[in-house]
């Protein structure tokens, strides 16, 4: 191909180990727990310290070492297997090549954010790490695909907490040089592309990350050409200004699309996740109308290839925008859809009391040729919040599907419980990991042998923790009750309760601690103490998230809780990780149905943790009483206050007379047989039915082959496109 990517990291390696370049800059690593152990062994105290950055590890551990490995037999063979494994990967004939062989051209795939490892801070939350986990499982199934997003310039955020519990939002700089990107080149110069706006033109350069056989396209405004303000465009995640907003979602829709063709890219299906991406539609229309379509032809020619999956059950959560912002940067370009104004807002309209916005869901709706929620219940919520725009069909028949999410199985399995797996299941399992007759094999792992893998990954956790506290604690300015309250006094051996997720308010991070004179009643009882791990982070300017996590660290500084109930600064992927794989329970608490699908919880089952949560996203559809407890009830309540307060006597008696009991239902030594079914249950019930293997096969059948056939469900009554026509 012509174009070039010029790789921006530079190694220095013995000739007989120089494939760990090429290694590390292919996200393949990261879901390869073999490939990061591989890592690991160079160094594991500078590993850890590098914060898993196998790039910088190569170049900081000193030719000493890799000399040392170079001669080193056994780290040898491990190497020579692993790139066995790595290359068979990208030459074996895949399920898509197999199964699919209509599917040639691309899916093109467009999210905001990207989860995909700790080092590539480009991702706030669960939409990010499900878009992350999405790619990983396309490249693992072989389909053609490409995806396109930003480079964030300052990533996300880390988060301290002060003393007072009050959450500082400390940005860091990337070095691109330290990560897995390289710059898209042609004829030794960087590939741009262009958006005129009314008063100026915006350009942005695109980056290459490699996740498997994925592609990854991330566009980056930083350039020198473009006005300060502009450059500052795709420096962060989710501005909360509005000017800003808009301009990454016309540089994401708009830019996006001449992104691909700029690359010589002719994608066959176009995957909106979440509305930020919807201008897509508009910039795949304005393509047809240069070239003499009208309109609403166009948009009838390209919608089928449209698919839109919505993330956000409160319409509040959606993006919208006033109209003086659409026509200060807009106002070009329904020109060149051969619009009006009018008609060009009346696509995205969406009326309100106290006017009309331009709703970026609404347009996406509009546009595509299938729409989908998240879960069973969010397909359910959807189609109620958007029955207006199919205003003469019944709810029941508004065309929003659902396709509930699912968890990358291999990027949070953790690497023993793999091994373990692989011991009674068969070496392969994990390339038949949907086959549920399969799975139940899981029931003939002896008890001890889960139970010891289980205790391993808690006290690795534990450890973790104790290790990261010495860090901040050495580094000063860390006052000695904060150091309790990150871990010290976590007894590995406790039940212990793990809570993590982003800090926003219908989460209800605090409803556990409703009632504190009960909890702490509860988990100081002698001989069966329980631990409560909180971690997450609150949108920079969420204030009442913010004071929620204070008000969490409150509690967790009172001398009372033993130190038994705590708070881990900075969420990520690689908290998480220790999270999901090394606590007893996982327990989530949004408010019904807010939580449109959630995704931990699946991480936590897949290796043995079983949930406790409300039954909302898709704990509703997993819950089948033996693979964790309920929270609350499945109906409607006349005020929040009385559906908090029923949910939190609900959380409060269970864990007294269920789940503490369960655990403890043994002597002291031995293990809870009880307690282990239930973790089985777990692993069995979620590994094939919640793993992006079943998610994004669903989407192959149920949406990309339709699109790839010309099927659309019908488009709602849209006075706009009509009138354009
Ligand atoms: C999985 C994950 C999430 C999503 O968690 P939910 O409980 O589904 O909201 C958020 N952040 C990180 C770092 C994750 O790994």
Redesign the pocket.
């Known amino acids: 191909m012509e174009f070039l990517t010029s790789p921006t990291q530079q190694f220095d390696l013995p000739k007989r180990i120089e494939r760990l370049g090429e290694l590390a800059t292919n996200l393949w690593w990261t879901w390869h727990p073999e490939a990061s152990h591989l890592f690991g062994r160079l160094d594991y105290d500078l590993w850890e310290r590098l914060g898993h950055n196998p790039i910088r590890l190569l170049n900081e551990v000193g030719r000493a070492r890799l000399n040392q490995v170079a001669n080193d037999r056994e780290y040898l063979e491990h190497y020579d297997e692993l790139f066995k494994g790595f290359d068979a990967y990208f030459t074996k004939e895949s399920w898509s090549q197999k199964n699919q062989k209509d599917l040639k051209k691309p899916v093109a795939y467009f999210s905001m954010e990207y989860?995909l490892h700790e080092t590539l801070p480009i991702y706030s939350?669960?939409l990010g790490?499900l878009s992350g986990d999405h790619l990983k499982e396309a490249s693992d199934l072989g389909l053609p695909f490409i995806a396109v997003g930003f480079m964030y310039a300052q990533g996300y955020f880390s988060q301290r907490i002060t003393e007072d519990g009050w959450q500082e939002a400390v940005n860091n700089p990337l070095k691109f040089e330290h990560l897995p990107v390289s710059l898209v080149k042609k004829n030794a110069k960087p590939v741009t592309i262009s958006f005129d706006l009314p008063d100026r033109r915006l350009t942005a350069q695109i980056w290459e990350v490699r996740v498997g056989r994925v592609p990854l396209y991330l566009l980056d405004s930083n350039l020198e050409g473009n006005d300060d303000y502009d450059r500052l465009l795709t420096a962060r995640l989710y501005w909360s200004d509005l000017d800003r907003r808009v301009m990454q979602e016309v540089l994401l829709g708009i830019g996006g699309v001449r992104a691909l063709r700029a690359l010589g890219y002719d994608p066959a299906v176009w995957h909106m996740n979440e509305g930020h991406a919807s201008f897509l539609t508009l910039e795949r229309i304005r393509e047809l109308v240069a070239g003499g379509f009208a309109f609403a032809d166009a948009a009838e020619k390209t919608r089928p290839q449209n698919i839109f999956t919505t993330h956000t059950p409160v319409p509040a959560g959606n993006d919208e925008f006033p109209l003086w912002l659409i026509d200060k940067y807009l106002a070009n370009y329904w020109g060149e859809l051969g619009l009006t104004r009018e008609q060009f807002v009346e696509v995205a309209k969406q009326q309100h009391p106290h006017g009309e916005t331009y709703s970026m869901p609404v347009l996406a709706l509009k546009l595509s040729g299938s729409s989908n929620g998240v879960s069973e219940l969010h397909g359910e919520v959807s189609r109620d919040m958007w029955k207006f725009l199919w205003s003469d069909r019944d709810v029941k028949d508004v065309p929003i599907q659902h396709v509930t999410n699912g968890v990358h199985t291999r990027n949070w399995l953790a690497r023993r419980m793999n091994i373990l797996l692989e011991k009674y299941l068969g070496a392969d399992w994990y390339d038949n990991l949907d086959d549920r007759r399969l799975i139940e094999k899981i029931d003939q792992i002896p008890d001890k042998e889960l139970w010891e893998v289980h205790l391993h990954l808690k006290r690795k956790m534990a450890f973790y923790l104790t290790e990261r506290v010495r860090d901040r604690w050495t580094h000063g300015g860390f006052h000695p009750v904060q150091v309790i309250a990150s871990g010290v006094l976590i007894n590995p051996y406790a039940l212990t309760i793990g809570f993590?997720?982003?800090f926003a308010t219908y989460?209800r991070a605090s409803i556990i601690l409703s009632d504190v004179e009960r909890l702490l009643e509860l988990i100081n009882r002698p001989n069966h103490p329980v631990q409560i791990i909180f971690a997450g982070k609150a949108h920079p300017a969420d204030d009442p998230g913010k004071k929620l996590i204070q008000q969490v660290y409150r509690t967790v500084k009172k001398a009372e809780t033993g130190g038994r109930i705590v708070f881990l600064e900075d969420?990520?992927?690689n908290l998480?990780r220790y999270l999901v794989q090394g606590v007893d329970v996982w327990m989530?608490t949004p408010r019904r149905p807010y939580e449109a699908?959630?995704?931990?919880?699946m991480?936590a089952a897949i290796n043995g943790v079983p949930n406790f949560s409300i039954l909302d996203g898709w704990w509703r559809e997993a819950y089948n009483g033996r693979n964790g407890w309920a929270i609350g009830e499945e109906k409607e309540y006349e005020s929040t206050e009385a559906q908090d307060a029923a949910d939190a006597e609900s959380l409060y008696s269970t864990l007294e007379h269920q789940i503490i009991p369960k655990f403890y239902d043994r002597d002291p030594k031995e293990r809870s047989s009880a307690w282990i079914a239930f973790m089985k249950s777990s692993m069995k019930t979620v590994i094939p039915q919640f793993s992006t293997r079943r998610m994004v096969k669903e989407y192959v059948e149920k949406f990309y082959l339709p699109a790839l056939a010309g099927e659309a469900h019908e488009a709602p009554d849209y006075q706009g496109l009509k009138n354009a026509a």
């Open positions: 989860g939350g669960g790490v993590a997720r982003r989460k969420y990520d992927m998480a989530n699908s959630g995704t931990s919880g991480k």
